[in-house]
């Protein structure tokens, strides 16, 4: 080809490229953000709150650095303590872990603090399913959440909370017509994010597993719902991972306790990381106009 050619086609390729970008919606760093925000949100979890490593210690600074942020209010995505599930788990390990939480979560009584129910919350060894600590109406009570599933809003957004802890990491048939109902019902163009602990798509789930099963039948109503719908945190995976479908931002934002408040096992990569994670918490940038941006920050450990 000519060197006239080739400056030709280069030209012609950068224009297609920059319309293509342009068509895009708008997602980044939080840094780069000038316009001003409607809402600016934290998003923490898998805290996995426990005694030892200074893990309260821990956590309450970076509550106190993440509310320094002037954030309207916070987003806890679940496994909030470090574990009520396993078989061996007694009592008083339950409340313990609670008084744990309790006493870091009153450092920013100042904020609202909207949870969502982690696989590691609920304690399915009580001596039986009528003992007032087992399951999930526990978590509720602890959380201080209206029920395993709501929804709020704050300003022209809307906020869903799902729990995705049922049957092979999905919502239940109840939950998901509530999901089509609150979605149908709300006014045209109304801005919405939702949160579950799982990963509702994303690049995780591949790596590592544990995403929402039922993400083929979410996507299909997401998109039914795509005036609305924009952005889909979640946990779990303790990675970090943006991944954009149908004009959705679906953010599993890494865990606060990175590789559970240990050293890591990436030494390469720096202390307290998680494959190639660092412990670390998000913070989102709800414009009025739907647009979001999520930045974030990472946090490895001294």
């Avoid at 679940?78 to 007694?90: F, L, T």
């Amino acid at each position: 080809m000519k060197r006239r050619q080739l400056i030709k086609s280069a030209g012609l390729m950068a224009g297609l490229l920059a319309t293509a970008k342009a068509g895009l919606p708008e997602v980044g760093n939080a840094k780069k953000d000038k316009k001003k925000a409607a809402l600016r949100v934290a998003h923490i979890t898998d805290v996995h709150i426990r005694e030892g490593d200074n893990a309260p210690e821990r956590f309450t600074k970076y509550l106190k650095e993440i509310k320094d942020q002037q954030v309207d209010f916070f987003l806890n995505g679940g496994d909030s303590i470090n574990d009520a599930s396993y078989d061996n788990v007694k009592r008083e390990q339950v409340i313990q872990q609670w008084a744990l939480w309790d006493k870091c979560v009153a450092t920013i009584s100042s904020h609202e603090v909207h949870s969502c129910i982690g696989n590691h919350d609920t304690w399915w060894a009580a001596p039986s399913k009528t003992d007032e600590m087992y399951g999930k109406d526990y978590v509720v009570q602890r959380l201080k959440i209206p029920a395993r599933y709501y929804s709020f809003q704050k300003k022209n957004w809307h906020f869903i909370i799902l729990d995705g802890n049922n049957k092979g990491i999905s919502l239940d048939d109840e939950q998901f017509q509530w999901l089509e109902k609150t979605l149908a019902d709300l006014p045209a163009n109304t801005p919405t994010l939702l949160m579950s602990h799982y990963p509702i798509l994303g690049t995780t789930p591949i790596l590592v597993g544990g995403g929402h099963s039922d993400h083929k039948k979410l996507k299909d109503l997401f998109y039914k719902h795509r005036d609305k719908v924009k952005v889909c945190l979640s946990g779990h995976n303790h990675l970090y991972d943006e991944t954009h479908y149908n004009n959705v931002l679906y953010c599993c934002n890494g865990a606060m306790s990175g590789f559970w408040w240990g050293k890591g096992d990436k030494e390469s990569a720096g202390p307290g990381y998680y494959l190639e994670t660092p412990p670390g918490y998000a913070i989102l940038n709800l414009h009025e106009d739907g647009t979001v941006t999520n930045e974030y920050f990472a946090k490895p450990y001294i």
